[in-house]
Every structure is written in C-alpha cells, then in structure tokens.
T-cell receptor, first 113, second 113 residues
Framework: GAGVSQTPSNKVTEKGKYVELRCDPI?????LYWYRQSLGQGPEFLIY????????DSGLPNDRFFAVRPEGSVSTLKIQRTERGDSAVYLC???????????FGPGTRLTVT | QQQVKQSPQSLIVQKGGISIINCAYE??????FPWYQQFPGKGPALLIA?????SEKKEGRFTISFNKSAKQFSLHIMDSQPGDSATYFC????????????FGSGTRLSIRP
C-alpha cells in the first residue's frame, strides 16, 4: 500500500512569511508524529497526535509552530513568522496503534531566505 | 541534553568488511531501541530493533548487540556492501507509552568497492 506522503517536497519562503506543511499518513494509522531534521543531525521530535488530539507537543520550539489533525488522518504543520533558523527537513511519521513501528515520509525541505 | 549519543560520526569500510556503530543512552526508562537507515532525500526507514530483555538480535547481515548494565548498544553490519552506504541512526523510546523516538546524531557510512 501507499506509504506516508508529504507535500510539498520542497518549500522556499521569505523570512517572516507563513507556511503550511502537509502529511498524509498510512491509511488506518491512528498515531501521527512530526519531527524536524537539521543538516547533519538526527530527527528531533516536535509533536505526536493520537487520533485528532495532540498527545504530546513538548517538542514544538515556540508558539510560532502549530499543528492540527482535524479528522484524525491528514495533518498540517503550520509555522508563523518564519525565521532562517526554521530551515530544515520536516518529517512526518505514522504508526498503526501508537505503540507500533513508526513509518516515515520523505519529508518537506523548508528553506527560509 | 543529548539522551542518545552515537559514534563515529562517519565511517569508511571496505566491501566485505564489518561496519560497527556504537550508541549509548541515559534514560533507563527506554524500552525500545531501533536503528534507522536513511538515504539522501528519503525519510528514515526502520532497519532492526531490540528490546532490553535480550542481549543480541540478528536479521540477515545486521546484528544489534545490547548491554543493559552499560547502557550501550551497537549495530554490526557483516559483509558490508556498497548498497549499505547511507546514514544510520540509533534511537530509543518508551514504546509501551507510544512516545516519541529520540535519535542519535547519525553515522555516515561509506562502503568502498
């Protein structure tokens, strides 16, 4: 079946602009995770959804970052007033029941100029 | 606080040789230790994982060795092949609570033909 998909694959934006990154999890997976991967580093956790609710948002760096999953499937990561330091690959992962393996999408490469 | 420390940062191995990557963790609450493989432009993919109640797990050419008392674990790739050239991440999580994965900083492995 189809894996986790993320759109867009690349996003270039100017400092101060607002961006939305989309994640389509594997069908039927109830848990969804967002991670951020800076160049040469391992992914860092941002937020975890179980169904529609955010079960753990302890990794969001500040209040410019927000994520939603209104129907328990697709999720959108929203970044307000982007800064150059936000440049990274944003990865989405899903798992079937929260305690299963996490399957990662290809990521969205965000560049803030 | 870096909860999972990984070494070396980069590794070059001749084809047919053994690749060894080491990791150490701090949080004794971790109960799941996966290794991920990542190719350029792709998301991390689960390679092999181990729980702390076993000291070794082998899948094909890949073996995890786990030392609970030392809080260390390692990945061994036997008969390394050029196709194994990728970045490898060790990781840890509290799987029972479906929580986030904490990743190491990664090892860039190159297999020389």
């Amino acid at each position: 079946g189809a894996g986790v998909s993320q759109t867009p694959s690349n996003k270039v934006t100017e400092k101060g602009k607002y961006v939305e990154l989309r994640c389509d999890p594997i069908s039927g997976h109830t848990a969804l995770y967002w991670y951020r991967q800076s160049l040469g580093q391992g992914p860092e956790f941002l937020i975890y959804f179980q169904g529609t609710g955010a079960a753990d948002d302890s990794g969001l760096p500040n209040d410019r970052f927000f994520a939603v999953r209104p129907e328990g499937s697709v999720s959108t990561l929203k970044i307000q007033r982007t800064e150059r330091g936000d440049s990274a690959v944003y990865l989405c992962a899903s798992s079937p029941a929260g305690a299963g393996e996490q399957y990662f999408g290809p990521g969205t490469r965000l560049t803030v100029t | 606080q870096q909860q999972v420390k990984q070494s070396p940062q980069s590794l070059i191995v001749q084809k047919g040789g053994i690749s060894i990557i080491n990791c150490a963790y701090e949080n004794t609450a971790f109960d799941y230790f996966p290794w991920y493989q990542q190719f350029p432009g792709k998301g991390p993919a689960l390679l092999i994982a181990i729980r702390p109640d076993v000291s070794e797990k082998k899948e094909g050419r890949f073996t995890i060795s786990f030392n609970k008392s030392a809080k260390q674990f390692s990945l061994h790739i036997m008969d390394s092949q050029p196709g194994d050239s990728a970045t490898y991440f060790c990781a840890a999580s509290k799987r029972s609570s479906a929580s986030k994965i904490i990743f190491g900083s990664g090892t860039r492995l190159s297999i020389r033909p």
